[in-house]
């Protein structure tokens, strides 16, 4: 199947840095969706986008499908300590014909006091 | 306001043992499907359910059986547990296969 690759692996930042992250495929999607899992909980959807282009916000995230089809982007804003987790980028699956969601390894957000 | 629900949240099992992993949404969503997740790797499907009556095959089906009798309800089955299958496994929901998934909380199984 395909691979996403997700970066940075993980990030440690200070409280009220912008926060940027990426995710990159080895071929196109026609769907970009950003998910966010706190420890020993299941992920939870941020963000879907549909649309080569496109830009969506929710709150102070902001991720944009990007024009290629093989990428997507996530940015955070003015970071707070809740934004502490695990952050999954997901696109659609296409191994031997199966349907459903493949997903990068995540990126770690650790935030410093 | 539950849902995707799994029970149970924790598991251990010895190698050889079988047992169901449980799975019901109310959302009455038609695609449901099963996810495990390993350390350091993001999630990977292991079977899926496009409706009621028909399931298929995800990236790593070996080991594990489903069925789905009805339209909330979506069991994984592990049929001879191996220490490989130690892993946090997740069910999900969704109006289409490859359009947003809601996620359960999981169910953390040990293999021993």
């Known amino acids: 199947g395909q691979q996403l690759n997700q970066s940075p692996q993980s990030m440690f930042i200070q409280e009220g840095e912008d926060v940027s992250m990426n995710c990159t495929s080895s071929?196109?999607?026609?769907?970009w969706l950003w998910y966010k899992q706190d420890p020993g909980e299941g992920p939870v959807l941020l963000i879907a986008?549909?649309?080569?282009?496109e830009l969506t916000s929710n709150g102070r995230l902001t991720a944009q499908f990007g024009i290629t089809r093989k990428d997507s982007f996530l940015n955070i804003s003015a970071s707070i300590p809740s934004d502490v987790g695990i952050y999954f980028c997901a696109g659609p699956y296409s191994g031997g014909g199966a349907d459903g969601l493949t997903f990068g390894k995540g990126t770690h957000l650790i935030i410093q006091p | 306001n539950a849902g995707v629900t799994q029970t149970p949240k924790f598991q251990v099992l010895k190698t050889g043992q079988s047992m169901t992993l449980q799975c019901a949404q109310d959302?009455?969503?038609?695609?449901m499907s099963w996810y495990r997740q390993d350390p350091g790797m993001g999630l990977r499907l292991i079977h899926y359910?496009?409706?009621?009556?028909?399931?298929d095959q995800g990236e790593v089906p070996n080991g594990y059986n489903v069925s789905r009798s009805t339209t909330e309800d979506f069991p994984l089955r592990l049929l001879s547990a191996a220490p490989s299958q130690t892993s946090v496994y997740f069910c999900?929901?969704?109006?289409?296969?490859?359009?947003?998934?809601?996620f359960g909380q999981g169910t953390r199984l040990t293999v021993v």
């Open positions: 959302m009455n969503h038609e695609y």
């Open positions: 071929s196109i999607f026609n769907t």
């Open positions: 986008l549909y649309k080569a282009g």
């Open positions: 999900a929901s969704s109006p289409g296969a490859n359009t947003e998934a809601f």
């Open positions: 359910s496009v409706g009621a009556g028909i399931t």
